[in-house]
């Protein structure tokens, strides 16, 4: 990627050209220490597709304690859930793809028959994850439930708070996953979450009830649906790219067998996980106009972010003139170009067509090599038409 590129898109594709040295991390989950211990959660991240009816969520985790022990996360669903292994190359490929179109033991809960108010749907041992799915219709029972698992060791009061209010809001459905953590920070494999939702769901004020409210963490989202999303605050909006059936595939195959052509949106937060304290929902998604896809393709070209660059010299006059006179070179580079070189009518057209679609096209190098001749021959243009007005008089 070449340095205009990275001075234009600034912190987004800083962060996306870092996500390879980070990933897999984690998605936002309550997390409950096990044993006294601080517990840190740098950063979150999540692949979520929603097509209106259906969802995947691919999760991972990274976890640093102080000291080893173990965690018990947990989320909330809308539906009962298909679990099973992810793969940590999808995060690589929805990165990729921004980048392109734009990168022991495990300690088991209690073995409960099916009881009034609880109900173990599902528990399942995937590599270091001992996963348990959790229908809960009485918080009380459930209170008795989990408070087993924990056999005393601490208090169940914040797991008691977040599942009264979800249950509340119509969430019956609970994944608990226990993990070892330990002081080196611990990459695990991604788990991805099925199940049905009439609207897309990702779980952030779960984090308020846990033990990473404090933790400073990034947040980032990858999201695909079959339109533009609405993304409320506090997340940034970073990009919005239409991605095929092809390219939703290199991700996941049962993603691209939700969708024909869809939208992957990439958005992100930085800051402490207490703040973040509204779940992520959207409803419904709408498809950009003509006019719009084409203005964000016009923006997104090289020739228009080199023109912005400009645009921040004018905060003084030195800068302002600088800046004046490289813009005035690369279009007295370009009209040289075209008058200069070719000696037919014909090939002055020929030329012209390619210099246009050299402005129109978002190869970087292409572009660069291109102004810089530009530049220089706008240079020499305008000295030899200065020379030729100073001899005239």
């Known amino acids: 990627m070449s340095a205009l590129k990275i001075l234009n898109m600034k912190r987004f594709l800083i962060l996306l050209l870092l996500l390879p040295l980070i990933l897999p991390v984690s998605a936002d989950r309550g997390l409950l220490v096990v044993n006294p211990t601080k517990v840190h959660e740098s950063a979150q991240n999540a692949i979520i597709a929603w097509n209106g009816s259906y969802e995947i969520l691919i999760l ?26 992810g793969d940590a190359k999808a995060f690589y490929a929805v990165t990729w793809l921004i980048n392109k179109k734009y990168r022991g033991k495990v300690l088991g809960f209690p073995a409960l028959a099916k009881r009034e108010g609880v109900e173990i749907v599902l528990q399942k041992q995937i ?19 989990i408070g087993k698992f924990l056999n005393g060791s601490r208090s169940i009061g ?43 769901f990702y779980p952030m004020k779960i984090a308020a009830y846990s033990d990473v409210g404090e933790s400073y963490s990034r947040i980032n989202l990858f999201i695909i649906t079959r339109g533009e999303p609405n993304i409320p605050k506090p997340f940034w909006v970073g990009a919005i790219v239409e991605v095929n059936k092809k390219e939703l595939a290199e991700i996941n195959g049962s993603i691209a067998e939700m969708f024909d052509n869809a939208y992957l949106t990439y958005a992100t937060y930085s800051g402490y996980l207490k703040y973040a304290d509204e779940d992520l929902v959207v409803t419904e998604t709408h498809i950009p106009s003509l006019s719009v896809k084409i203005a964000r393709y016009l923006s997104s070209l090289p020739a228009v972010k080199f023109l912005r660059i400009f645009s921040q010299a004018y905060t003084d006059i030195f800068g302002g003139i ?35 679609m050299i402005l129109l096209t978002k190869n970087d190098l292409l572009f660069i090599l291109f102004a810089s001749v530009s530049i220089l021959f706008g240079f020499a243009v305008m000295i030899y038409t200065l020379e030729r007005f100073i001899g005239s008089r």
Do not use: C, Q
């Not at 119509?170 to 199940?195: A, L, Q, S, T």
């Open 60 to 85: 991972s985790t990274k976890l640093e304690g102080m000291n080893a022990t173990r965690v018990l996360e947990f989320i909330p669903l809308p539906s009962k859930p298909e679990v099973e292994k």
């Open 158 to 200: 914040s797991i008691e708070k977040a599942v009264r209010y979800y249950t509340s809001n119509g969430f019956r459905y609970f994944v608990f996953d226990v993990v070892d953590v330990n002081p080196k920070r611990r990459d695990v494999e991604p788990i991805v979450y099925k199940f049905k939702s009439p609207f897309l």
């Open 322 to 356: 600088f800046a004046t006179m490289l813009i005035s070179a690369f279009f007295a580079g370009i009209a040289g170009i075209v008058y200069y070189i070719p000696a037919k009518v014909r090939a002055k057209a020929v030329v012209a067509t390619i210099i246009a």
């Open 127 to 145: 590599g270091v994850h001992n996963i348990t799915v959790v229908k809960v219709d009485d918080v009380d029972e459930f209170r008795s439930w």
